[in-house]
Every structure is written in structure tokens, then in C-alpha cells.
């Protein structure tokens, strides 16, 4: 769809309420090949993932559209929470702070195109866990104080999860945001609004950073929950999140711009300790379980390619092929579990070149595809998908699209890819809305078929449901009864929204790269 889509913590001490700045580094894909033996691998279920019309399909949904309503969801899920819903502890920018980001954003604002902070925004130092995204008021979309969601019904709980893959999150738009060719350089006449977002989501990714560091550190070094609680899984998260920011910040220049307006040295230098940091304390940590060595694969290769120390890199690697074995030697049960076992093997694959790792993913998909029921475009092994489920799984599918090589079938790959996502995603009524094509867009984006926007399926937030509508957010939870879908669990979960909203930019690994080169 898009071919032609076209400071720094202003002293950490002067922006401790407000580090308004965003960050940005796409790293470019690795040079790691795929496989080129001699005939692509089948398997005797080949049948079953031919890319027949699901049932509900429309018929000009393909594999773009998956694509592209994967880019604009995850789009829709993060400013809804980071700017709109008041889900978490806000904080108020710094009005010198903004002037400044308006500049860099906006060379010449006599052009009639202007950057500027909307209305009631309302930006986030921690992330609450969950909450009802139904709206309390009526809907105006020009004024986002509108779009509050009920504080009562907030978990207030700050977990590791939610916090870090919002960092995630947060950091990797911040990237899509400065891809000159897309939104422009602030000499351009077009993209200065958005160009400016891309700052404050860098802003928020460092006030949120900081928040963990200050508020949610324990005496172990280890990233609690704010309840006490420890999440395993959320350590590594958190790894990812303190890398991929820090390395964002250290970077001269991003790959798809010749400038970074998110480069600031010291903040930089904080992260990354930060992650160096993280990175001992869990030294001598054995993961379990499936999603645990998964996570943990994944935020070490993150890690490796980010920190500066080169010894952390050797023990990152090391520890990458340490847990790709056990992944490789787990028995996963339904399809979440073979998602998170290919989505850690490709990158210890990726890593260290060793195609038994790939060659082990292969055989998980081929379960997939066993599974696989195409006309309803669900697994067999589950009949309930949460959102974090949902995000593994696409994951786990746009991994082997970009280094399955022929150690897989493209064909069938790409049959999964977009039937799950069009059933899983749209017909389960996962996403629960989708604002009109002329809303949180400008005019150079609108040019794109109506269905890369959102899928006929999904409703309009005033028609969602409640009073005044749903947000365009992700639900919690679907469920398949062997008939038709339903949402079992309507609220917002930040940490599974923000893992699916990350694993759906990164389809599109060409401008936001989602699996970095370790140098």
C-alpha cells in the first residue's frame, strides 16, 4: 500500500513530567537467507490451506488488505491509548517542550501545513492493565477529551507487560512516523502533524521508561508489577522495550532518513543501561515454558542488537541458542503454543544461522496447517483467542513470510495469514471499531482502497455499541463455538493490544523493521 506513503529528554532533569520526544530506529533486515535448496517443502496437508473464500470473506479481502488493516489497527490502538483513553497515570507536557517539537516537526509553518497538540490529549507515564473502552461521552473526534473511557472500570495495576510493550510500541510508530518518504521531512508541505506525534510518542516511551526505572524497580533490579507481583514474561519484554528505545535514541541517523529528530546521547546512554542492567539481573534466569522462552528469545535478540557492551552481546547470543534449543525440544499443544515456538526459533534462527532452528518451525507450522480449518479460517486445537494469542500467531506468520524460505510453502503461509486475520481479527468483532477514512488521517493517506482502512465488518465507533460507541481498540478475548464467533471478553488489555498493534506494524518490515541485525 505504501510505496509512496510517503531531544533528547530536553535534559533529563528539565523533563522529568514530560520527556515529550520520540524515537525512532528501523533496523534493516538481516542478511541472513532464506534457504534455497531445491523444491519447496509440502506436506500431505496442503490442501487444507489453499486460500478459499472463508466463510464471511468479502471478496476483495486478500493478503494486502490483512496487511494494511493490520498497519491502520495498530495505528487506531495506540493513540486511542496513549492520547485519548486516560488509561494510566497521565502527566502534563512542558509548553516550552512542544514549541520545540512544532519547530522540529515544521520548518515552515507559513505553508499552510501545521503541527500542533490536540485538544484534551491526554499522554501516559504508566499504563494501566486493562479497561472498558466503552465511551462516556459523545463522540467528537476533534476533541479528545471526548474520547475518555470510564475510569472506574480501570485496573490500575502497572504491570511490566503492559508498560514495555507500549514502550515497544510507542518507540516502533515513533519510527513509521520519521520514514521521510512516507510523512515527509519538516521542510515538506505535508506530514507535519504527523511528524510531530512521532515526537510525542518518543516523549511518552521515556516518561514511561522512567516510570518503570523510578517507580517499579525492585531491589533485584527486576521490573515488578505495581502490585508487588512478578511477571516473568514481563522481564523480557521490558528488556525489548529498554533496547529498542535506547538504540533508537543513540542512532545518528535513521535508515529511512538521512536525519534523526529523536537523537538525544544521554537518554540514550540511560536506556541502555537500563536494559545492561535488566540484562544481569536475569543472568541466571531459566525460562519456562514455551511463551516464556519465546519472549525471552525474542528480547535478547533485541538486546544483542542494540547494546553497546560486547561482551552482553556474547552472552545475549549465547543464551539465544541456549533457549532456542529448549524451544526446539518443547512440545507445544494448540496453535498459540506453535506460534510462540516459531516466532522465538526464526530468531534464533535469524541469529545464528543454524537451519535446524528453522527447520524445526517449519515442522510447527506444518502442524498449523494440520489444524488449520480454511473455511472458517480458525484451529481446531482452540476454540478461544485472546489477544495476545491473536498477536503471536500473526507473528508467528509474517516471521515465516520474510525467512521461511522453502523450508515452507509461501502458498500456505500466505493462506493463513489472511484467513486467520480476516476471521480471528474481523468477523470475531476482535477489533471492535474503526473510525471513518477522513478521521486521525491526513488527505495523502486517504488515497488507498477503503478496505486497507478497516474491514466491511468492523463497525463505526458510534455503532459499536453502549451510548456513546467503542473505541477502535482491540477486545480481550473472542470465541469460536464451531459456528460463529462471539466476544467473550469486550475490555482493553494494554499489554496484549500493544504485543498485537506491534506484531501488525511489522508486517510491513521494509520501513519498521520488527526483527533487528544483531552487528
Same mark, same amino acid.
Given at each position: 500500500?505504501?510505496?509512496?506513503?510517503?531531544?533528547?529528554?530536553?535534559?533529563?532533569?528539565?523533563?522529568?513530567?514530560?520527556?515529550?520526544?520520540?524515537?525512532?530506529?528501523?533496523?534493516?533486515?538481516?542478511?541472513?537467507?532464506?534457504?534455497?535448496?531445491?523444491?519447496?517443502?509440502?506436506?500431505?496437508?496442503?490442501?487444507?490451506?489453499?486460500?478459499?473464500?472463508?466463510?464471511?470473506?468479502?471478496?476483495?479481502?486478500?493478503?494486502?488488505?490483512?496487511?494494511?488493516?493490520?498497519?491502520?489497527?495498530?495505528?487506531?490502538?495506540?493513540?486511542?491509548?496513549?492520547?485519548?483513553?486516560?488509561?494510566?497515570?497521565?502527566?502534563?507536557?512542558?509548553?516550552?517542550?512542544?514549541?520545540?517539537? @512544532?519547530?522540529?516537526?515544521?520548518?515552515?509553518?507559513?505553508?499552510?501545513?501545521?503541527?500542533?497538540?490536540?485538544?484534551?490529549?491526554?499522554?501516559?507515564?504508566?499504563?494501566?492493565?486493562?479497561?472498558?473502552?466503552?465511551?462516556?461521552?459523545?463522540?467528537?473526534?476533534?476533541?479528545?477529551?471526548?474520547?475518555?473511557?470510564?475510569?472506574?472500570?480501570?485496573?490500575?495495576?502497572?504491570?511490566?507487560?503492559?508498560?514495555?510493550?507500549?514502550?515497544?510500541?510507542?518507540?516502533?510508530?515513533?519510527?513509521?512516523?520519521?520514514?521521510?518518504?512516507?510523512?515527509?521531512?519538516?521542510?515538506?508541505?505535508?506530514?507535519?502533524?504527523?511528524?510531530?506525534?512521532?515526537?510525542?510518542?518518543?516523549?511518552? #516511551?521515556?516518561?514511561? %521508561?522512567?516510570?518503570?526505572?523510578?517507580?517499579?524497580?525492585?531491589?533485584?533490579?527486576? @521490573?515488578?508489577?505495581?502490585?508487588?507481583?512478578?511477571?516473568?514474561?514481563?522481564?523480557?519484554?521490558?528488556?525489548?522495550?529498554?533496547?529498542?528505545?535506547?538504540?533508537?535514541?543513540?542512532?545518528?541517523?535513521?535508515?529511512?532518513?538521512?536525519?534523526?529528530?529523536?537523537?538525544?546521547?544521554?537518554?540514550?546512554?540511560?536506556?541502555?543501561?537500563?536494559?545492561?542492567?535488566?540484562?544481569?539481573?536475569?543472568?541466571?534466569?531459566?525460562?519456562?515454558? @514455551?511463551? *516464556?522462552?519465546?519472549?525471552?528469545?525474542?528480547?535478547?535478540?533485541?538486546?544483542?542488537?542494540?547494546?553497546?557492551?560486547?561482551?552482553?552481546?556474547?552472552?545475549?547470543?549465547?543464551?539465544?541458542?541456549?533457549?532456542?534449543?529448549?524451544?526446539?525440544?518443547? *512440545?507445544?499443544? =494448540?496453535?498459540?503454543?506453535?506460534?510462540?515456538?516459531?516466532?522465538?526459533?526464526? *530468531?534464533?534462527?535469524?541469529?545464528?544461522?543454524?537451519?535446524?532452528?528453522?527447520?524445526?518451525?517449519?515442522? #510447527?507450522?506444518?502442524?498449523?496447517?494440520?489444524?488449520?480449518?480454511?473455511? =472458517?479460517?480458525?484451529?481446531?486445537?482452540?476454540?478461544?483467542?485472546?489477544?495476545?494469542?491473536?498477536?503471536?500467531?500473526?507473528?508467528?506468520?509474517?516471521?515465516?513470510?520474510?525467512?521461511?524460505?522453502?523450508?515452507?510453502?509461501?502458498?500456505?503461509?500466505?493462506?493463513?495469514?489472511?484467513?486467520?486475520?480476516?476471521?480471528?481479527? =474481523?468477523?470475531?468483532?476482535?477489533?471492535?471499531?474503526?473510525?471513518?477514512?477522513?478521521?486521525?488521517?491526513?488527505?495523502?493517506?486517504?488515497?488507498?482502497?477503503?478496505?486497507?482502512?478497516?474491514?466491511?465488518?468492523?463497525?463505526?465507533?458510534?455503532?459499536?455499541?453502549?451510548?456513546?460507541? @467503542?473505541?477502535?481498540?482491540?477486545?480481550? *478475548?473472542?470465541?469460536?463455538?464451531? %459456528?460463529?464467533?462471539?466476544?467473550?471478553?469486550?475490555?482493553?488489555?494494554?499489554?496484549?493490544?500493544?504485543?498485537?498493534?506491534?506484531?501488525?506494524?511489522?508486517?510491513?518490515?521494509?520501513?519498521? =523493521?520488527?526483527?533487528?541485525?544483531?552487528?
Amino acid at each position: 500500500m505504501r510505496a509512496n506513503r510517503t531531544l533528547f529528554i530536553v535534559g533529563l532533569s528539565l523533563f522529568f513530567a514530560l520527556v515529550f520526544s520520540a524515537c525512532t530506529a528501523a533496523l534493516t533486515p538481516p542478511p541472513v537467507p532464506a534457504r534455497s535448496n531445491s523444491t519447496p517443502r509440502s506436506t500431505p496437508a496442503a490442501e487444507k490451506a489453499e486460500a478459499q473464500g472463508i466463510v464471511g470473506r468479502v471478496p476483495e479481502f486478500d493478503g494486502t488488505a490483512a496487511e494494511e488493516e493490520g498497519y491502520w489497527y495498530s495505528r487506531y490502538n495506540l493513540g486511542n491509548l496513549v492520547f485519548r483513553s486516560g488509561l494510566g497515570e497521565t502527566f502534563k507536557p512542558d509548553p516550552a517542550v512542544i514549541k520545540h517539537f @512544532i519547530q522540529l516537526a515544521d520548518a515552515n509553518p507559513d505553508d499552510g501545513d501545521t503541527a500542533g497538540p490536540k485538544k484534551g490529549v491526554a499522554p501516559l507515564k504508566a499504563v494501566y492493565a486493562s479497561g472498558d473502552p466503552h465511551y462516556i461521552h459523545q463522540i467528537d473526534f476533534s476533541d479528545y477529551g471526548s474520547l475518555r473511557w470510564d475510569p472506574d472500570s480501570f485496573d490500575k495495576t502497572v504491570t511490566a507487560r503492559a508498560q514495555g510493550w507500549t514502550m515497544i510500541k510507542e518507540t516502533e510508530w515513533s519510527k513509521q512516523f520519521h520514514v521521510d518518504d512516507h510523512f515527509g521531512t519538516a521542510a515538506d508541505d505535508f506530514g507535519a502533524q504527523w511528524r510531530f506525534v512521532g515526537l510525542l510518542l518518543d516523549a511518552e #516511551a521515556k516518561q514511561q %521508561g522512567l516510570y518503570a526505572l523510578q517507580n517499579l524497580q525492585n531491589d533485584q533490579g527486576l @521490573i515488578a508489577n505495581s502490585d508487588g507481583t512478578l511477571d516473568w514474561g514481563g522481564q523480557w519484554v521490558m528488556l525489548e522495550a529498554f533496547s529498542d528505545l535506547g538504540g533508537t535514541l543513540a542512532m545518528d541517523a535513521l535508515p529511512h532518513s538521512t536525519t534523526n529528530r529523536y537523537a538525544d546521547a544521554d537518554a540514550a546512554a540511560k536506556f541502555l543501561g537500563a536494559a545492561d542492567g535488566l540484562f544481569a539481573a536475569l543472568a541466571d534466569r531459566q525460562p519456562e515454558g @514455551i511463551e *516464556e522462552l519465546s519472549l525471552a528469545v525474542q528480547a535478547l535478540t533485541w538486546y544483542a542488537a542494540n547494546t553497546t557492551q560486547a561482551a552482553g552481546q556474547q552472552q545475549a547470543l549465547e543464551k539465544i541458542a541456549e533457549f532456542g534449543d529448549a524451544l526446539a525440544d518443547a *512440545e507445544p499443544t =494448540n496453535a498459540t503454543e506453535r506460534a510462540f515456538v516459531i516466532r522465538g526459533l526464526v *530468531e534464533a534462527y535469524r541469529t545464528s544461522g543454524d537451519e535446524g532452528y528453522l527447520d524445526t518451525a517449519a515442522d #510447527a507450522f506444518d502442524s498449523l496447517v494440520e489444524e488449520y480449518d480454511a473455511a =472458517n479460517g480458525v484451529f481446531t486445537s482452540q476454540n478461544v483467542y485472546n489477544i495476545d494469542d491473536v498477536a503471536v500467531i500473526m507473528g508467528a506468520l509474517n516471521s515465516l513470510k520474510f525467512y521461511g524460505g522453502d523450508a515452507v510453502d509461501a502458498d500456505q503461509v500466505e493462506a493463513l495469514f489472511t484467513g486467520f486475520f480476516e476471521s480471528a481479527v =474481523n468477523l470475531s468483532g476482535l477489533q471492535q471499531s474503526a473510525p471513518p477514512v477522513s478521521v486521525a488521517k491526513d488527505p495523502f493517506e486517504q488515497e488507498e482502497p477503503v478496505i486497507y482502512f478497516g474491514h466491511p465488518n468492523v463497525p463505526l465507533p458510534p455503532k459499536a455499541g453502549g451510548d456513546y460507541g @467503542i473505541a477502535p481498540v482491540f477486545a480481550t *478475548e473472542v470465541t469460536w463455538d464451531g %459456528g460463529s464467533w462471539s466476544v467473550t471478553n469486550g475490555r482493553f488489555d494494554a499489554a496484549g493490544a500493544m504485543h498485537a498493534s506491534n506484531e501488525f506494524i511489522w508486517f510491513h518490515n521494509d520501513e519498521v =523493521n520488527g526483527f533487528p541485525e544483531i552487528p
